[in-house]
């Protein structure tokens, strides 16, 4: 009787260890919950060799639906050379435990392709492969809490397969304090 319990536990398979489980992610965004003041610095010509930015100003208000696996996120900037509106929809799947990252520029009327990841240690890593210019491309964008009032975006273009990367777009969003809740 003792060899065999001594052979059952020898097959059977050892419990997991907590470290070893799966990381729920479904709450990675809930620091974004709220309204924002946005600075954004955006690159005119992408993948050009151009170093021109525009600098927008102005606001993020994001919000959570399908009861916490999803936030709608709305942008709202100007800049000297025109006004912005963009949506983003962040959907998470419980299975993959990754979220995909939606986005719309308003003066287009259409979604981009959907980059996919997940936050490690804090950090928020989403690519994609979407069309560019005529060409296909790899998209990276690094969502990084700089603290509980303060988030960095940043987006980059690679057209090498990941061997280096133009960064485009960088956004800092500053919580708000006293806007209504949302």
């Not at 069309?131 to 998209?139: D, E, K, T």
Request: cysteine-free; hydrophobic content about 40%.
């Amino acid at each position: 009787m003792y060899r065999l319990l001594l052979l059952l536990a020898l097959l059977l398979p050892l419990p997991a260890l907590a470290e070893d489980a799966p990381r729920e992610g479904q709450h990675d965004f809930d620091i974004h919950i709220g309204t924002w003041k946005t600075t954004v610095r955006r690159r005119v010509k992408p993948l050009t060799g151009s170093n021109t930015w525009v600098d927008m100003n102005g606001t993020t208000v994001v919000r959570k639906v399908l009861n916490g696996r999803a936030n709608l996120v709305e942008l709202i900037a100007d800049s000297p050379s025109g006004h912005f509106e963009g949506l983003s929809l962040r959907l998470y799947n419980p299975q993959s435990r990754q979220w995909s990252l939606n986005f719309s520029n308003a003066a287009e009327g259409t979604l981009s392709e959907s980059t996919y990841g997940e936050f490690k240690d804090g950090r928020g890593e989403f690519y994609a492969q979407e069309p560019f210019n005529g060409r296909m491309i790899l998209v990276r964008f690094v969502i990084t809490p700089i603290d509980a009032d303060t988030i960095r975006f940043e987006q980059a273009f690679s057209d090498d397969g990941g061997k280096t990367w133009e960064v485009n777009w960088i956004a800092t969003d500053t919580r708000i304090k006293d806007a209504p809740a949302q």
